[in-house]
C-alpha cells in the first residue's frame, strides 16, 4: 500500500529570500562582522562574576549596523529587570565604552562582579543602579566601590519559543471547537430566519441579525465575513430578502444605535421592526447567549 504524501506548505529559499528583498528595495548586508557571545551570564539581581576567557561563540552583523564601539552578547539571568521585559534567557547586546545616560540600562562592574541595571544620577549627584522590579533594591554607587560601567545595553534580544506537540494540539482544538460553535450558530440563525422571514422586511434586515450575534452570542467576525457566509445561506425559494455583499456594513454605518448594544436600540430611535426582529432571534438563539 502506497502512503499518501503529507502536504506541507511551500518554505522560501534562502536565495528567493535575497531577491524578495531586492524586489522590495530593501538593501542586505553582508554579516561579516563578529559580535562576542559570552558564556557567561550577567545577572540581573545580585552581582555576578564573569571570566574573561569564556566565549561561547559569535553572532555576525553587517558592518553598516555597527558604530565605532565594539559589541558583545550577554545572557540575561535573575528577575530584577522584570519590568523593562528582560528575562531571565534573554540576551543582552552591550555596547562597550559607551557613556551611560540617566535612564540606560548597563552593565556595570562592582568589585569585579558584573550586573544589569538602570543607571540614574539623582538631584544631589548620587549615582545609583536601579532595578526594574519593586522587589530589589537599588544599588548606591560610592567612591569606595570598585565601580565601572563596562557598556551600555542597546539592543534584548529574545529566542523564538519552541511549542510542543500538546500545546499545537491544544491550540488546534480551540480554533476546532470556535468553528463548529460558528457554524451551529449560523445554522440556528439560518433556521431562525427561515421560520421568521415575514420579519426580514429588507437585506436590511441582516444587519440586526449581525448586531445579535455580536451583543449575545459573542460573535467577533468581520462584517464582510459574516455577509459572505449569510449570502450563501440556503434558504428557500420564498425568501425574498437574503443577505448580500455591504448591505450590513453600509446599514450599520448608516444607523449610529447600531453601533451600540442591542439593549440600547429601543430608547436611541430603533424601528419598531428592527426591535421586534431582534427580539424574535434573541429567543431562537437563546442556546448561544452569553
Known amino acids: 500500500m502506497k502512503l499518501k504524501k503529507k502536504w506541507m506548505p511551500d518554505v522560501m529559499e534562502a536565495e528567493e529570500g535575497m531577491k524578495w528583498l531586492e524586489s522590495k528595495g530593501i538593501m542586505y548586508d553582508a554579516c561579516d562582522t563578529p559580535i562576542p557571545l559570552l558564556g557567561n551570564e550577567v545577572n540581573c539581581g545580585t552581582p555576578l562574576g564573569i571570566d574573561d576567557e569564556l566565549i561561547e561563540g559569535y553572532y555576525y552583523l553587517p558592518k553598516s549596523a555597527l558604530g565605532n564601539n565594539p559589541l558583545i552578547d550577554v545572557p540575561a539571568r535573575g528577575e530584577s529587570m522584570i519590568d523593562d521585559y528582560i528575562e531571565e534567557g534573554d540576551i543582552l547586546r552591550v555596547e562597550l565604552g559607551a557613556i551611560p545616560h540617566d535612564g540606560n540600562v548597563v552593565i556595570a562592574s562592582i568589585d569585579n562582579e558584573y550586573t544589569a541595571k538602570v543607571f540614574f544620577t539623582d538631584a544631589s549627584g548620587q549615582r545609583w543602579l536601579c532595578p526594574r522590579n519593586s522587589r530589589y533594591d537599588c544599588i548606591r554607587l560610592t567612591e569606595r566601590m570598585n565601580v565601572r560601567i563596562v557598556g551600555v545595553v542597546r539592543n534584548i534580544l ?11 494540539m491544544s491550540y488546534v482544538s480551540a480554533t476546532q471547537k470556535r468553528q463548529q460553535l460558528k457554524s451551529s450558530l449560523l445554522e440556528c440563525l439560518r433556521q431562525a430566519a427561515c421560520d421568521g422571514a415575514h420579519l426580514f422586511w429588507a437585506g436590511a434586515a441582516w444587519a440586526v441579525a449581525y448586531c445579535v ?45 447600531m453601533r451600540k448594544h442591542v439593549k440600547t436600540w429601543e430608547d436611541n430611535g430603533a424601528a419598531n421592526r428592527e426591535v421586534a426582529l431582534a427580539n424574535y432571534l434573541k429567543e431562537k438563539l437563546a442556546d448561544f447567549l452569553k
Open 158 to 168: 529574545k529566542q523564538a519559543p519552541h511549542h510542543s506537540f500538546s500545546e499545537c
Open 213 to 257: 450575534l455580536r451583543d449575545y452570542c459573542d460573535y467577533e467576525e468581520y462584517v464582510s465575513v459574516f455577509e459572505r457566509k449569510a449570502s450563501k445561506m440556503e434558504l428557500p425559494d420564498s425568501f425574498e430578502h437574503p443577505c448580500s455583499a455591504g448591505k450590513v456594513q453600509r446599514t450599520i454605518s448608516n444607523h449610529p444605535y
